[in-house]
């Protein structure tokens, strides 16, 4: 079956410091990949629509230059938190798209910013 | 728009004890449903999915839904749970047929956690 991959599962970054979390498709090409938000005890919130080869999509309310995505292959999109804040501390989900009704979730990163 | 409801945010069942958790759905066109279910600290894994034809769908790990276009309801049932069911279940929806920005974009309902006592 499709597999997805995120990296890193987990990290703690001090205030003010970016970090990157890699989403990877490792058995099927996504030409699109969600990247999703999901707070404590709470449902998953969409972030933005990563799509190969072009500018993601954001969701209202989502701060662009915040959240940085970037699909720059079939099989990989990150997703870079820059100038990160506690209240940035979150477990973000990525998932890839097979077909338009079926999508694929990776394991999620969990975020701790200090 | 999309609009989920998960009617219960906690159902706590012993084991072997049939269960149902219910969903809602709002929405001015037609979806397709799905039902997820997410271990902690894990990513969602999807159980099972309604796209069109018999309303009665089987998933894995013998959780069936039923979708009721009537009612606007896809409730997930199971008719003999193991304490390995114990985890969030969430319920979503998109919209079928749509273009541009909307393709496949998933919403979900807040999320059930089913928890299977001993």
């Known amino acids: 079956g499709a597999v997805v991959s995120q990296h890193p599962s987990r990290v703690i970054c001090k205030s003010g410091t970016s970090v990157k979390i890699e989403c990877r498709s490792l058995d099927f090409q996504a030409t699109t990949m969600f990247w999703y938000r999901q707070f404590p005890k709470q449902s998953l919130m969409l972030m933005a629509t990563s799509n190969e080869g072009s500018k993601a999509t954001y969701e209202q309310g989502v701060e662009k230059d915040k959240f940085l995505i970037n699909h720059a292959s079939l099989t990989l999109s990150t997703l870079t938190v820059t100038s990160a804040h506690p209240e940035d501390s979150s477990f973000y989900i990525c998932?890839?798209?097979?077909?338009?009704?079926?999508?694929?979730f990776g394991p999620g990163t969990r975020l701790t910013v200090l | 728009a999309q609009s989920v409801t998960q009617l219960d945010s906690q159902v706590p069942v012993f084991e072997e004890a049939p269960v149902e958790l219910r969903c809602n759905y709002s929405s001015s066109v037609s979806v397709y449903l799905f039902w997820y279910v997410q271990y902690p600290n894990q990513g969602l894994q999807l159980l099972l999915k309604y796209l069109s034809g018999s309303t009665l769908v089987k998933g894995i790990n013998g959780f069936e839904a039923e979708f009721n276009k009537s009612q606007t309801s896809f409730h997930l049932r199971k008719p003999s749970v193991h304490i390995s069911d114990t985890a969030e279940y969430f319920c979503a929806v998109t919209r079928w047929g749509a273009g541009g920005t909307s393709y496949g974009k998933l919403t979900f309902g807040q999320g059930t956690i089913l928890t299977v006592h001993p």
């Open positions: 998932s890839a798209r097979v077909d338009y009704n079926e999508q694929f």
